[in-house]
């Protein structure tokens, strides 16, 4: 996603927690004309947010596209779940979006055509059983995206979410093949959707074409979402 919007033509500032090398291998990898900076922080703590917007803003001169991307998984069945990791997930998938929201409006109002993407999930429209915290959380992060587009729309800051589904990276990525193949299966196309994918959807939500989006949660999912019953023999063959 830092190489597609870098690519794409943007100044790019991304955080990570706590490791810098493989932050700085991202940023290395992208070399002049794109400009990318790493910064070290975290969006459960205020006030690393409320520093890391201030950076941004002083490197680059202002701030017009905000990104929510942080997330965790702390996966269990509710009855078995510690309060600990239910307050966790909530706080850095959802309370920190909306930190960083917070922090980065009063730069995305002066910039008059800002954008806000938050990278949601399906399993914020359908549940995930085993991720009842998760869940909830992406959730919460699309309702966020609803409210917050009705409120900044007259600013011209549009609001969008993207709600990945099965995506070939990171931890879907190092799964045993079986578990791999068994989430293939509920996807209507058939295959995994790839990180490319979703970053060229943020691309676009976050460029000028975009102006007139805005309170919309798009599945990045191969139609699994769509839900339905397929009936034996009624598979369209090309």
Not at 86 to 99: E, F, I, K, S, Y
Not at 168 to 194: H, K, N, S, W
Request: proline content about 4%.
């Amino acid at each position: 996603m830092v190489a597609a919007l870098a690519w794409g033509g943007a100044r790019v500032a991304f955080t990570y927690r706590s490791n810098a090398a493989g932050a700085q291998a991202v940023a290395a990898e992208l070399p002049p004309p794109a400009e990318v900076v790493a910064l070290q922080g975290d969006v459960g703590v205020e006030a690393d947010v409320a520093r890391i917007v201030a950076a941004v803003v002083a490197r680059f001169g202002g701030l017009d596209i905000l990104v929510n991307n942080a997330g965790i998984t702390r996966d269990a069945l509710l009855l078995r779940m510690r309060p600990e990791d239910w307050q966790t997930v909530l706080d850095t998938n959802l309370t920190g979006a909306v930190r960083c929201c917070r922090q980065a409006l009063p730069h995305l109002l002066a910039s008059k055509a800002g954008r806000i993407i938050n990278i949601a999930s399906i399993a914020g429209i359908v549940g995930s059983a085993g991720q009842v915290n998760y869940s909830a959380a992406k959730a919460g992060l699309i309702g966020l995206t609803e409210v917050l587009a009705r409120e900044l729309a007259p600013s011209g800051i549009t609001v969008n979410a993207v709600a990945p589904g099965v995506i070939d990276a990171g931890i879907v990525a190092g799964m045993p093949e079986q578990v791999r193949r068994r989430l293939v299966e509920v996807v209507p196309m058939g295959r995994m959707g790839t990180a490319e994918e979703v970053a060229a959807l943020v691309v676009f939500l976050a460029s000028r074409e975009a102006g007139y989006i805005t309170g919309q949660t798009i599945a990045v999912d191969g139609g699994t979402t769509t839900g339905g019953l397929t009936m034996p023999g009624a598979q369209a063959t090309g």
